[in-house]
């Protein structure tokens, strides 16, 4: 398949991956995190790690728009969707995240009419269908969902359509990070940038990040060979005393990102003094809430919500994983308590959280199936 | 921070299953920082492989969809609420079809319900569907498939033409696949209580020669073979629904696979461990019961798994793998490697196994676990779902 199959050429791999063995200083250990959820699902689903050499480690960061939503936020949509006569619209993922009083999919077997979608369009059209109900979109997502939702409310004002709003749950990337790197108990070396959320904002806001840091970012690709190289260009610049934001993915990301789409999530949505994050806790200016103007359009001010606030479980340390202090198996309820059937955590959910993409895809020893496949050739 | 101070409730559910499952079992303890990481992380593994191998239980209140979709919640729905109240020899080895004996013969028993949406969809309906997945559950246990029910739950306002055009089309691949539908059911409900037209159709057929066919015998060193492309019947449904805006010439994959199987059996029917159709949960899901019941790992040659580059389209831009997408007229069956390259042959002879291949092998080690060796080089497991695959965000 075009545009897909060049990315992910065994043979290009192994060129690389001699390149970025030869970079590595020996005795020194990098530990390099992606902040993309998108970014870990490729890693585990493509087996990348068996080209990295042991003293590189990637550590899986908080950009799983679902793993960093706190239960108390799942509560309060699913209270909207008992509300009477409302049909709820979510994306897939969000389908099986638990709230402190069960998932999405819990509540629509209980009776509530919660339908899966692929756009906020989709929602829109749904609406549209049904004049006689409220058509509320679950809105979450990091940038790269944000300018849709923006554009799907200016065109519900736009025809006038008066049973459709929104649940704004858009968090931001950049706050997110700079809370990461303000936190004392990890020791980065470098990141592997959001290569989606940067289509819309470009490479611009993480020139913090070098600047205030002393970290380098590489803006990367979703397919296994974009996060080579971006592994990659992280070692060139650690090795010539670089440090600086640089773009692997330009062939979708412009450097001051997508200025149409930003000019429409400004026009619709504004900052929220704090919002809480999944495991991260309470980050000041760090999400987006609908603007007074489309005021007709948000959920929140339609509905009265619980708004009520739900304690992760004692047991489970998303937080640390999400932060990646932890790797996923070393959380104590992790494969055993906690599972993609009856996940405690969020990081468990998605297939773009750390703890599912292991579990579902990394679960066995590599060291192992190392030893079988030698076997299994030579016989 | 005075934000913090609002009310705040705990998860019961999440409490209550952390105390559950600590209560219930015993692991040793966890591995303990500082221990060497690799040891560390096999304690780890170890600790989830003992917890799966748990008896599966339902924890849920009430039924899902996910209990629908042929993955984990699927299995553990059947394995904790249905066989544990029916348990008997002839059910627990829950095959595709049970294997009775009355007199010297022996006959294959098994049974399907049909709730496809939409009814009708390119390449067939839920009528064909609906002899061919029971015939097929016949022919992979061996059986030449003889004689068939077909159960109708309609729906009050169904257009009795639609009816007739899912009746016609039954009548057509019962008559292709060599069996007579003997004996039926109809029941109508009420407006809005059923989706038109559901089907259920069980079916009996005789098993000749001495075959014993069954997962658990799989061996290290065996080969799996798929009959052709996988995923087009799912994929096909899935854009027919027309939700997504996508278009492809896509056609179902559903016909009857009994003259196929033959003459698999005719080449190579001592060598066939065993044959499953790849319906609901895909090939994935199979090779994963293999893996389970012989206890033994499956390895997977991810570029040697053939599929159709629409289907492949589809599933990049969803997000879902096509391993898990369900066909209607594929088998995948494991065979001694002595007979590999006879049994791909025989497929091929046949215009339905004309895209057969060897996808990958039996091994020993690690049991229980299916591995993808990735199109890049790398490796994976490939589990079982929980329910269907949801499409992700971005």
């Keep these: ?379 | 921070m005075t934000h913090q101070d609002t009310t705040q409730q705990q998860a019961a559910w999440a409490e209550e299953s952390v105390v559950e499952h600590d209560a219930g079992t015993s692991y040793p303890a966890h591995a303990t920082p500082g221990t060497e990481h690799t040891g560390r992380e096999q304690l780890v593994l170890e600790r989830i492989e003992r917890a799966r191998r748990a008896r599966p239980r339902v924890r849920e209140k009430l039924i899902t969809l996910a209990h629908g979709a042929g993955g984990k919640a699927t299995q553990s729905l059947i394995e904790a609420i249905f066989l544990d109240a029916f348990r008997n020899p002839l059910l627990e080895p829950l095959e595709d079809a049970a294997t009775l004996t009355a007199g010297d013969t022996r006959l294959a028993f098994t049974t399907d319900s049909y709730v496809v949406s939409p009814l009708f969809f390119p390449g067939g309906n839920i009528g064909d569907l609906a002899v061919n997945g029971t015939v097929n559950d016949l022919a992979v246990s061996g059986a030449r498939p003889a004689h068939l029910s077909a159960g109708f739950i309609l729906e009050e306002g169904f257009p009795v033409e639609d009816l007739r055009r899912i009746v016609a089309s039954m009548s057509a691949a019962a008559a292709a696949a060599g069996v007579s539908i003997v004996t039926g059911d109809t029941k109508v409900v009420q407006r809005g209580k059923g989706d038109g037209c559901y089907i259920n159709t069980a079916g009996v057929g005789l098993i000749t020669g001495g075959l014993t066919l069954g997962v658990a015998t799989a061996r290290p060193g065996d080969v799996v073979i798929v009959s052709g492309p996988v995923g087009d019947h799912g994929i096909t449904i899935l854009l027919e629904r027309g939700e997504l805006d996508l278009d492809a010439e896509l056609v179902s994959d559903t016909a009857p696979v009994h003259e196929l199987v033959r003459g698999l059996l005719d080449a190579v029917g001592p060598d066939v461990r065993a044959m499953r159709d790849a319906t609901r949960g895909g090939v994935a899901t199979i090779l994963n019961e293999v893996a389970t019941a012989a206890g033994v790992a499956v390895v997977v040659d991810e570029e040697s798994v053939p599929v159709r580059p629409e289907v492949r389209g589809a599933c990049e831009l969803l997000g879902i793998d096509p391993l898990y997408v369900a066909c209607e007229g594929r088998i995948v069956t494991i065979v001694d490697p002595s007979a590999a390259d006879a049994a791909v042959a025989a497929l091929r002879a046949h215009p339905l196994g004309a895209g057969a291949t060897a996808v990958g092998r039996v091994a020993e080690d690690p049991p229980g676990l299916v591995l993808l060796k990735t199109g890049f080089g790398g490796t994976r497991i490939i589990d079982l779902l929980v329910g269907d695959p949801l499409p992700r965000i971005c």
């Design chain 1, 1 to 379: 398949m075009r545009f897909v199959d060049e990315y992910r050429d065994a043979e290009k791999a192994r060129a690389l991956a001699a390149k970025i063995a030869a970079l590595c200083e020996p005795g020194r250990h990098y530990k390099f995190m992606e902040v993309c959820g998108g970014h870990t699902h490729t890693i585990y689903k493509h087996g990348l790690e068996d080209y990295l050499p042991e003293s590189i480690s990637l550590v899986h960061g908080p950009g799983c728009p679902v793993c960093v939503l706190p239960m108390g936020r799942v509560d309060d949509a699913i209270a909207l969707a008992e509300q009477p006569d409302v049909i709820m619209t979510s994306f897939g993922d969000m389908m099986r995240v638990p709230g402190g009083r069960g998932s999405f999919f819990d509540s629509s077997a209980a009776g509530t009419d919660i339908r899966m979608v692929y756009s906020p369009l989709d929602a829109l059209k749904i609406a549209r269908q049904n004049p006689d109900k409220h058509v509320i979109f679950m809105a979450i997502g990091m940038e790269t969902t944000t300018p849709s939702t923006a554009m799907t409310v200016l065109r519900a004002a736009a025809e006038g359509i008066e049973n459709f709003s929104i649940f704004c749950n858009h968090v931001m990337i950049v706050p997110a990070i700079k809370a990461i790197l303000d936190s004392p108990d990890l020791r980065l070396d470098g990141f592997i940038g959001p290569g989606h959320v940067s289509t819309v904002i470009g490479c611009r806001p993480y020139e913090y990040i070098p600047a205030e840091y002393g970290k380098p970012i590489v803006t990367a690709g979703f397919e296994p060979l974009d996060i080579l190289q971006s592994v990659y260009m992280l070692l060139q610049q650690l090795a010539e005393g670089r440090c600086e934001v640089e773009n692997q993915y330009a062939r979708v990301v412009p450097w001051n990102g997508n200025t149409v789409a930003l000019r429409a999530v400004a026009e619709v949505m504004e900052l929220r003094p704090y919002f809480e994050w999944r495991g991260l806790g309470f980050i000041s200016h760090s999400a987006l809430q609908v603007r007074e103007k489309y005021a007709a359009f948000d959920a929140e001010r339609h509905f009265r919500l619980p708004g009520v606030r739900v304690a992760d479980p004692k047991a489970c340390q998303c937080g640390e994983v999400l932060k990646g202090v932890l790797k996923p198996w070393e959380c104590k309820v992790f494969g055993t308590a906690c599972t993609p059937e009856m996940p405690i955590g969020t990081c468990m959910v998605s297939s773009e959280g750390a703890c599912a993409a292991y579990y579902n895809f990394g679960r066995f020893s590599r060291q192992r199936i190392r030893e079988v496949s030698i076997e299994s050739s030579r016989a």
